[in-house]
């Protein structure tokens, strides 16, 4: 009896441990893989179009998503490529070439302000002899409907975030030229 009582205590230990590694947000690219080179075709030297994203496994209480892409590889600090915010808890992705609008039309979905002084994406350049440049895309599931203004910076909008992160993806691209 005590050896079925201890191995039914393992095998809950088990179940309850594989259920929290299950249950870890993802995010994801058709793209591209984790650590693998970004495609020319979403990038300066492409089209220059944002990739197709897909995520996973979205904690409960989710209310909306806001998505960062940053490269914190560049010689004058850490580049902000993309902010897209105010992503409805019902989207499962975004598809490829999401238009560089601040407000994205037939949406409540908005983008923010880049480096590069413009909203919407903003795709990889890196100086030709640098290393390969990394891309942070990260995914944050939050717990309102935050209803912000287009246009926001980077600072602005993680500002905004604070006490509303339910949980963070990310999803880590490289790119050279």
Do not use: C
């Not at 975004?94 to 908005?110: C, F, G, I, R």
Request: cysteine-free; aromatic content about 8%.
């Amino acid at each position: 009896m005590k050896k079925v009582l201890v191995l039914l205590v393992l095998i809950s230990l088990l179940l309850i441990s594989t259920g929290n590694a299950v249950m870890a947000m993802e995010l994801k690219s058709p793209a591209f893989d984790k650590g693998e080179f970004i495609p020319e075709k979403y990038t300066g030297e492409g089209a220059d179009i944002s990739p197709p994203l897909t995520w996973a496994r979205v904690p409960r209480g989710t209310k909306s998503f806001a998505i960062v892409i940053e490269d914190p590889d560049a010689s004058m600090g850490t580049l902000t490529h993309w902010l897209i915010y105010d992503i409805p808890a019902q989207m499962k992705g975004l598809e490829e070439a999401v238009p560089a609008e601040a407000e994205l039309e037939d949406t409540v979905m908005k983008q923010g302000n880049n480096s590069f002084g413009f909203n919407g994406y903003g795709g990889p350049l890196p100086p030709p002899e640098d290393e390969p440049h990394r891309y942070f895309f990260r995914l944050y599931a939050l717990n309102a409907n935050l209803d912000l203004e287009p246009g926001l910076t980077k600072e602005e909008l993680l500002k905004e975030l604070e006490g509303h992160v339910i949980e963070q993806a990310e999803l880590v691209g490289l790119y050279q030229r």
